[in-house]
Protein backbone atom coordinates (compact mmCIF):
# COMPACT_ATOMS: atom_id res chain seq x y z
CA UNK A 1 0.00 0.00 0.00
CA UNK A 2 1.22 3.24 -0.67
CA UNK A 3 1.96 6.02 2.00
CA UNK A 4 -0.52 7.15 4.11
CA UNK A 5 -2.15 9.60 2.12
CA UNK A 6 -0.63 9.48 -1.25
CA UNK A 7 -3.22 7.12 -2.56
CA UNK A 8 -6.37 8.67 -3.92
CA UNK A 9 -9.59 7.38 -4.72
CA UNK A 10 -11.50 8.24 -8.24
CA UNK A 11 -13.86 10.69 -6.83
CA UNK A 12 -14.57 14.08 -4.64
CA UNK A 13 -17.57 15.86 -3.78
CA UNK A 14 -17.88 19.58 -3.90
CA UNK A 15 -19.98 22.22 -2.53
CA UNK A 16 -19.81 26.01 -3.04
CA UNK A 17 -20.75 29.40 -1.32
CA UNK A 18 -21.66 32.23 -3.62
CA UNK A 19 -24.31 35.31 -2.77
CA UNK A 20 -24.69 33.77 0.97
CA UNK A 21 -25.41 30.46 -0.23
CA UNK A 22 -24.28 27.16 -0.17
CA UNK A 23 -24.72 24.72 -2.74
CA UNK A 24 -25.46 21.20 -2.61
CA UNK A 25 -22.70 18.79 -2.35
CA UNK A 26 -22.33 17.29 -5.79
CA UNK A 27 -19.97 14.10 -6.72
CA UNK A 28 -17.45 14.62 -9.34
CA UNK A 29 -14.42 12.55 -10.92
CA UNK A 30 -11.21 13.87 -8.74
CA UNK A 31 -9.60 16.35 -10.74
CA UNK A 32 -7.41 19.02 -9.98
CA UNK A 33 -9.13 22.34 -9.29
CA UNK A 34 -8.44 25.67 -11.35
CA UNK A 35 -7.46 28.38 -8.61
CA UNK A 36 -6.95 32.04 -10.01
CA UNK A 37 -3.63 33.33 -8.52
CA UNK A 38 -5.96 35.77 -6.11
CA UNK A 39 -7.56 33.43 -4.43
CA UNK A 40 -7.91 34.58 -0.81
CA UNK A 41 -6.58 31.30 0.83
CA UNK A 42 -3.92 31.43 -1.38
CA UNK A 43 -2.57 34.31 0.25
CA UNK A 44 -4.08 34.63 3.75
CA UNK A 45 -4.42 30.73 4.77
CA UNK A 46 -8.08 30.79 5.18
CA UNK A 47 -8.75 26.85 5.22
CA UNK A 48 -9.48 24.05 7.72
CA UNK A 49 -9.79 20.48 7.10
CA UNK A 50 -10.94 17.42 8.96
CA UNK A 51 -9.44 13.83 9.14
CA UNK A 52 -12.10 11.06 10.02
CA UNK A 53 -12.04 7.31 8.92
CA UNK A 54 -14.72 5.27 7.24
CA UNK A 55 -13.87 0.98 7.77
CA UNK A 56 -15.07 -1.99 5.94
CA UNK A 57 -16.12 -4.12 8.62
CA UNK A 58 -15.81 -8.22 7.97
CA UNK A 59 -19.24 -8.27 6.50
CA UNK A 60 -18.81 -5.94 4.43
CA UNK A 61 -20.95 -2.74 5.45
CA UNK A 62 -19.39 0.75 5.51
CA UNK A 63 -19.14 2.35 9.01
CA UNK A 64 -17.79 5.74 10.30
CA UNK A 65 -16.46 6.53 13.66
CA UNK A 66 -18.22 9.33 15.22
CA UNK A 67 -18.40 11.49 12.21
CA UNK A 68 -20.56 14.50 13.77
CA UNK A 69 -17.95 15.49 15.88
CA UNK A 70 -15.67 15.94 13.27
CA UNK A 71 -18.76 18.11 11.46
CA UNK A 72 -18.78 19.78 14.63
CA UNK A 73 -15.14 20.57 14.54
CA UNK A 74 -15.00 21.97 11.01
CA UNK A 75 -17.39 24.28 11.69
CA UNK A 76 -15.56 25.68 14.54
CA UNK A 77 -12.41 25.87 12.58
CA UNK A 78 -14.41 27.55 10.08
CA UNK A 79 -15.97 30.34 12.52
CA UNK A 80 -12.35 30.84 13.77
CA UNK A 81 -10.82 31.27 10.29
CA UNK A 82 -13.93 33.91 9.43
CA UNK A 83 -15.22 31.42 6.57
CA UNK A 84 -18.45 31.00 5.55
CA UNK A 85 -19.62 28.26 8.11
CA UNK A 86 -21.58 25.39 6.14
CA UNK A 87 -24.43 23.83 7.93
CA UNK A 88 -23.68 20.38 9.42
CA UNK A 89 -26.20 18.89 6.91
CA UNK A 90 -24.27 20.21 4.33
CA UNK A 91 -20.85 18.87 5.47
CA UNK A 92 -23.03 15.56 6.37
CA UNK A 93 -23.88 15.60 2.61
CA UNK A 94 -20.65 16.41 1.26
CA UNK A 95 -18.93 13.20 3.64
CA UNK A 96 -21.44 10.57 3.17
CA UNK A 97 -21.60 11.25 -0.65
CA UNK A 98 -18.08 11.26 -1.29
CA UNK A 99 -17.57 8.09 0.48
CA UNK A 100 -20.76 6.41 -0.94
CA UNK A 101 -19.48 7.07 -4.33
CA UNK A 102 -16.25 5.29 -3.65
CA UNK A 103 -17.88 2.49 -1.52
CA UNK A 104 -15.52 -0.50 -3.89
CA UNK A 105 -12.78 1.51 -3.37
CA UNK A 106 -12.53 1.35 0.78
CA UNK A 107 -9.84 -1.31 1.63
CA UNK A 108 -10.39 -4.48 3.76
CA UNK A 109 -9.35 -4.22 7.85
CA UNK A 110 -6.63 -3.52 8.80
CA UNK A 111 -6.95 -0.89 5.93
CA UNK A 112 -9.31 1.86 6.09
CA UNK A 113 -10.71 5.03 4.36
CA UNK A 114 -9.26 8.25 5.14
CA UNK A 115 -11.58 11.08 4.78
CA UNK A 116 -10.77 14.80 4.42
CA UNK A 117 -12.94 17.12 4.21
CA UNK A 118 -11.46 20.50 3.52
CA UNK A 119 -12.73 24.35 3.21
CA UNK A 120 -10.77 26.70 1.39
CA UNK A 121 -11.44 30.62 0.85
CA UNK A 122 -12.48 31.20 -2.70
CA UNK A 123 -12.79 34.72 -2.92
CA UNK A 124 -10.77 36.56 -5.47
CA UNK A 125 -9.28 39.57 -3.13
CA UNK A 126 -5.62 39.94 -2.39
CA UNK A 127 -6.78 43.50 -0.29
CA UNK A 128 -8.61 40.83 1.60
CA UNK A 129 -6.13 40.73 4.78
CA UNK A 130 -8.07 41.85 7.41
CA UNK A 131 -10.85 40.35 6.58
CA UNK A 132 -12.67 36.72 5.60
CA UNK A 133 -13.16 35.32 2.48
CA UNK A 134 -16.76 35.83 1.41
CA UNK A 135 -16.64 32.97 -0.96
CA UNK A 136 -16.20 29.30 -0.16
CA UNK A 137 -14.89 25.51 -1.36
CA UNK A 138 -15.61 22.88 0.53
CA UNK A 139 -14.47 19.57 -1.08
CA UNK A 140 -14.61 16.06 0.54
CA UNK A 141 -11.37 14.03 -1.02
CA UNK A 142 -10.81 10.35 0.09
CA UNK A 143 -7.61 7.83 0.59
CA UNK A 144 -7.06 4.04 0.87
CA UNK A 145 -4.58 4.17 4.10
CA UNK A 146 -2.65 1.61 6.51
CA UNK A 147 -0.13 2.62 8.93
CA UNK A 148 0.50 6.20 9.56
CA UNK A 149 3.92 5.72 10.57
CA UNK A 150 6.03 3.93 8.59
CA UNK A 151 7.35 0.21 10.14
CA UNK A 152 3.49 0.32 11.61
CA UNK A 153 3.08 -0.33 15.43
CA UNK A 154 6.88 0.23 17.22
CA UNK A 155 8.28 2.44 19.87
CA UNK A 156 8.46 5.98 18.04
CA UNK A 157 10.76 8.25 19.38
CA UNK A 158 10.05 12.18 19.93
CA UNK A 159 11.73 15.08 20.84
CA UNK A 160 10.45 17.72 23.45
CA UNK A 161 10.87 21.37 21.53
CA UNK A 162 10.47 23.42 24.98
CA UNK A 163 10.50 26.89 22.90
CA UNK A 164 8.77 26.57 19.72
CA UNK A 165 5.18 26.77 19.53
CA UNK A 166 3.06 24.76 17.47
CA UNK A 167 0.27 27.36 17.12
CA UNK A 168 -1.16 29.88 19.57
CA UNK A 169 -2.45 29.77 23.00
CA UNK A 170 -6.07 29.93 21.51
CA UNK A 171 -5.18 29.00 18.13
CA UNK A 172 -4.37 25.01 18.12
CA UNK A 173 -7.83 24.26 18.29
CA UNK A 174 -8.55 25.06 15.40
CA UNK A 175 -7.51 22.74 12.82
CA UNK A 176 -5.75 24.92 9.88
CA UNK A 177 -2.95 24.64 7.65
CA UNK A 178 -1.01 27.31 9.25
CA UNK A 179 -0.13 25.56 12.63
CA UNK A 180 0.79 22.51 10.81
CA UNK A 181 3.08 24.77 8.36
CA UNK A 182 4.31 26.48 11.89
CA UNK A 183 5.88 23.07 13.43
CA UNK A 184 7.26 21.92 10.01
CA UNK A 185 11.01 23.29 10.70
CA UNK A 186 11.09 21.95 14.03
CA UNK A 187 10.04 18.99 13.05
CA UNK A 188 12.19 18.55 9.98
CA UNK A 189 15.37 19.72 11.90
CA UNK A 190 14.12 16.66 14.53
CA UNK A 191 13.80 14.20 12.11
CA UNK A 192 16.80 15.04 10.21
CA UNK A 193 19.34 15.80 13.45
CA UNK A 194 17.96 13.20 15.23
CA UNK A 195 16.17 10.41 13.74
CA UNK A 196 13.42 11.69 15.78
CA UNK A 197 9.53 10.54 14.38
CA UNK A 198 7.84 13.31 15.75
CA UNK A 199 8.39 16.88 18.46
CA UNK A 200 6.55 17.35 21.41
CA UNK A 201 5.74 20.54 21.50
CA UNK A 202 6.15 22.48 24.88
CA UNK A 203 6.30 25.94 24.94
CA UNK A 204 7.51 27.43 27.96
CA UNK A 205 8.00 23.55 29.64
CA UNK A 206 4.51 22.78 29.23
CA UNK A 207 3.84 19.49 27.55
CA UNK A 208 0.97 20.02 24.83
CA UNK A 209 0.62 17.79 21.77
CA UNK A 210 2.73 16.82 18.55
CA UNK A 211 2.62 18.32 15.30
CA UNK A 212 -0.34 15.77 14.42
CA UNK A 213 -1.52 13.52 17.10
CA UNK A 214 -2.37 14.38 21.05
CA UNK A 215 0.28 12.65 23.44
CA UNK A 216 -0.79 11.14 26.82
CA UNK A 217 0.94 9.10 29.83
CA UNK A 218 0.33 5.92 31.82
CA UNK A 219 1.49 5.47 34.81
CA UNK A 220 -0.38 2.64 37.51
CA UNK A 221 -3.47 3.34 36.75
CA UNK A 222 -3.52 7.05 35.67
CA UNK A 223 -3.68 8.58 32.33
CA UNK A 224 -2.20 12.21 32.16
CA UNK A 225 -3.03 14.31 29.62
CA UNK A 226 -3.02 18.00 28.92
CA UNK A 227 -6.40 19.82 29.43
CA UNK A 228 -7.92 21.30 26.58
CA UNK A 229 -7.50 25.03 26.89
CA UNK A 230 -7.90 25.98 23.26
CA UNK A 231 -3.77 25.60 22.64
CA UNK A 232 -4.19 21.93 21.43
CA UNK A 233 -6.27 19.84 18.85
CA UNK A 234 -9.34 18.31 20.92
CA UNK A 235 -8.94 15.30 19.92
CA UNK A 236 -11.82 12.87 19.14
CA UNK A 237 -9.37 9.75 19.33
CA UNK A 238 -8.45 11.16 22.84
CA UNK A 239 -11.53 12.29 23.57
CA UNK A 240 -12.70 8.38 22.78
CA UNK A 241 -9.15 6.66 24.47
CA UNK A 242 -10.35 8.59 27.73
CA UNK A 243 -13.59 7.21 27.69
CA UNK A 244 -12.51 4.15 27.28
CA UNK A 245 -9.77 4.24 29.74
CA UNK A 246 -12.00 5.46 32.50
CA UNK A 247 -14.45 2.71 32.11
CA UNK A 248 -11.76 0.17 32.27
CA UNK A 249 -11.30 1.77 35.79
CA UNK A 250 -7.85 4.12 34.94
CA UNK A 251 -8.17 7.77 36.76
CA UNK A 252 -7.77 10.50 34.18
CA UNK A 253 -5.64 13.39 34.74
CA UNK A 254 -6.84 15.82 32.46
CA UNK A 255 -4.08 18.61 33.79
CA UNK A 256 -1.14 21.42 32.69
CA UNK A 257 1.84 19.93 33.74
CA UNK A 258 6.11 20.46 32.93
CA UNK A 259 8.80 18.55 30.76
CA UNK A 260 10.28 18.02 34.24
CA UNK A 261 6.94 16.20 35.82
CA UNK A 262 7.44 13.97 32.42
CA UNK A 263 10.61 13.31 32.56
CA UNK A 264 9.96 12.30 36.37
CA UNK A 265 7.32 10.14 35.15
CA UNK A 266 8.93 8.33 32.32
CA UNK A 267 11.13 5.50 33.74
CA UNK A 268 8.13 3.58 35.28
CA UNK A 269 5.09 4.74 32.61
CA UNK A 270 4.09 4.16 29.02
CA UNK A 271 3.37 6.93 26.31
CA UNK A 272 1.55 6.99 23.45
CA UNK A 273 -0.06 9.43 20.47
CA UNK A 274 -3.43 9.67 19.84
CA UNK A 275 -5.41 10.63 17.05
CA UNK A 276 -6.87 9.18 13.94
CA UNK A 277 -4.22 8.98 11.47
CA UNK A 278 -1.99 7.35 14.70
CA UNK A 279 -4.71 5.90 16.05
CA UNK A 280 -2.83 4.79 19.38
CA UNK A 281 0.72 5.05 18.91
CA UNK A 282 3.02 3.65 21.82
CA UNK A 283 6.09 6.52 22.38
CA UNK A 284 9.42 4.44 23.17
CA UNK A 285 11.52 7.24 24.26
CA UNK A 286 12.20 10.85 24.26
CA UNK A 287 15.30 13.08 23.47
CA UNK A 288 15.34 16.36 25.65
CA UNK A 289 18.12 18.78 25.28
CA UNK A 290 20.66 15.65 24.06
CA UNK A 291 19.63 13.32 26.30
CA UNK A 292 17.60 10.30 25.50
CA UNK A 293 14.82 9.53 28.07
CA UNK A 294 13.50 5.87 27.66
CA UNK A 295 9.84 5.57 28.35
CA UNK A 296 9.28 2.75 30.54
CA UNK A 297 11.53 -0.54 29.39
CA UNK A 298 11.33 1.47 25.73
CA UNK A 299 9.11 -1.08 24.33
CA UNK A 300 5.85 -1.12 23.00
CA UNK A 301 3.77 -0.97 26.58
CA UNK A 302 0.83 -3.23 27.32
CA UNK A 303 -1.20 -0.96 28.48
CA UNK A 304 -1.27 0.80 25.83
CA UNK A 305 -1.39 -1.98 23.44
CA UNK A 306 -4.58 -2.93 25.23
CA UNK A 307 -6.12 0.53 24.76
CA UNK A 308 -5.30 0.60 21.10
CA UNK A 309 -7.15 -2.74 20.89
CA UNK A 310 -10.57 -1.52 22.94
CA UNK A 311 -10.72 1.23 20.54
CA UNK A 312 -9.95 -0.54 17.29
CA UNK A 313 -12.49 -3.21 18.14
CA UNK A 314 -15.11 -0.73 18.46
CA UNK A 315 -14.23 1.26 15.16
CA UNK A 316 -13.90 -1.68 13.02
CA UNK A 317 -17.23 -3.60 14.47
CA UNK A 318 -15.74 -6.63 16.31
CA UNK A 319 -16.98 -5.52 20.10
CA UNK A 320 -20.05 -3.69 21.16
CA UNK A 321 -20.17 -0.02 20.72
CA UNK A 322 -21.82 0.98 24.07
CA UNK A 323 -21.40 4.63 23.09
CA UNK A 324 -23.04 4.61 19.95
CA UNK A 325 -19.81 5.83 18.32
CA UNK A 326 -20.48 4.22 15.01
CA UNK A 327 -22.70 4.93 12.12
CA UNK A 328 -23.12 2.33 8.96
CA UNK A 329 -23.90 4.33 5.73
C1 LIG B 1 -2.46 18.57 15.94
C2 LIG B 1 -3.33 17.40 16.12
N1 LIG B 1 -3.61 16.98 17.37
C3 LIG B 1 -4.41 15.92 17.60
C4 LIG B 1 -4.96 15.20 16.56
C5 LIG B 1 -5.86 14.05 16.85
O1 LIG B 1 -7.20 14.39 16.59
P1 LIG B 1 -8.26 13.27 16.24
O2 LIG B 1 -8.16 12.25 17.32
O3 LIG B 1 -9.57 13.96 16.22
O4 LIG B 1 -7.87 12.72 14.92
C6 LIG B 1 -4.67 15.57 15.24
C7 LIG B 1 -5.18 14.77 14.14
O5 LIG B 1 -6.05 15.12 13.46
C8 LIG B 1 -3.85 16.70 15.01
O6 LIG B 1 -3.56 17.09 13.76
Redesign the pocket.
Known amino acids: MAEFGQAFTTKMSVAYYKDQQWSDAKVQPLAPFSLHPATHVLHYSSTCF???KAYRWQDGSIHLFRYQ??IK?LRNSAASLCLPVPSAALVEQAILSAIRAVEKEIPALPGALYVRPTLIGTELNIGAAGRGSHEAMLYVITSPVGDYFEGGVRPLKLLIDDENM?STPKF?QV?TGG??AA?LGSVTQARKELGADQVLFCPGGQVQ??????FMVIKGQKIITKSLDGS?????????LLTIAKESGYQIEEVNYSVADLLQMLPDSEAFL?????VVSPVGSLIHNGTIHQVGDGGVGAKTMQLRTALTAIQTGQAKDPWVWTTGI
Open positions: EGLENRRGKNYSETGAANILPGITRDSSGTAA
